[in-house]
């Protein structure tokens, strides 16, 4: 079972990072949005039938929990670190995300997958949140943030405008970044 060794704040008041001491998944990433998408996951299921939780981010050695704006984190912090605890490690198995795999053929997205790996997605994890491409087509890339991304403001205008800059410069001016 996972143990929680520290909690976090993010950029997103909104959002709390759980760190625990050994990974919870093996590789990829989970997200869930609402309790409907979670059905399924032992993890992310426990932690919306919490109450006001607005999404579920996790991977590797933390996850972090989105709630309602105006829910207060008093009520919620402990049964989230009880939920995390309690979770079996086996059942947590995780495997990639289907959609940057499945976008693997194009030269240019695979360059635009390095890119984002090596300088956006490390610093977006620090602060208790990811990135998935959505789709690339043209020269439009669509993303989704998650985790305590997927709520915050600065995701959805800094955030993306860097992350659209940094492309433009090394892969290609004609580049376009919207989020969904």
């Given at each position: 079972m ?5 909690i ?5 008041p ?30 992310g299921?426990?932690?919306?039938a919490?109450?006001p939780?607005t ?13 309602q704006?105006d ?6 912090i ?18 990639a ?14 360059r ?31 993303i ?12 959805t ?7 659209e800059?940094m ?8 580049i ?5």
């Amino acid at each position: 079972m996972p143990k929680v060794v520290n909690i976090e704040p993010t950029p997103n008041p909104d959002a709390l990072k759980f760190i625990v001491q050994r990974p919870i998944l093996r590789s990829g990433t989970r997200s869930f949005r609402d309790f409907a998408s979670a059905v399924g996951d032992p993890l992310g299921s426990s932690i919306f039938a919490l109450g006001p939780v607005t999404s579920v981010f996790y991977m590797d050695r933390f996850v972090t929990v989105n709630k309602q704006a105006d829910a207060e984190w008093t009520g919620l912090i402990d049964p989230i670190c009880e939920a995390i605890e309690d979770l079996q490690m086996e059942a947590a198995d995780g495997t990639a995300l289907p959609a940057a795999a499945a976008l693997d053929d194009d030269e240019k997205l695979n360059r635009i997958n390095a890119l984002l790996e090596e300088r956006i997605r490390p610093g977006l994890a620090g602060d208790g949140g990811g990135l998935e491409i959505i789709s690339f087509e043209g020269n439009t890339l669509q993303i989704s943030y998650h985790g305590a991304c997927g709520s915050c403001p600065s995701s959805t205008t800094g955030t993306l405008r860097y992350i659209e800059s940094m492309l433009q410069e090394e892969v290609d001016p004609e580049i376009r970044v919207i989020s969904y």
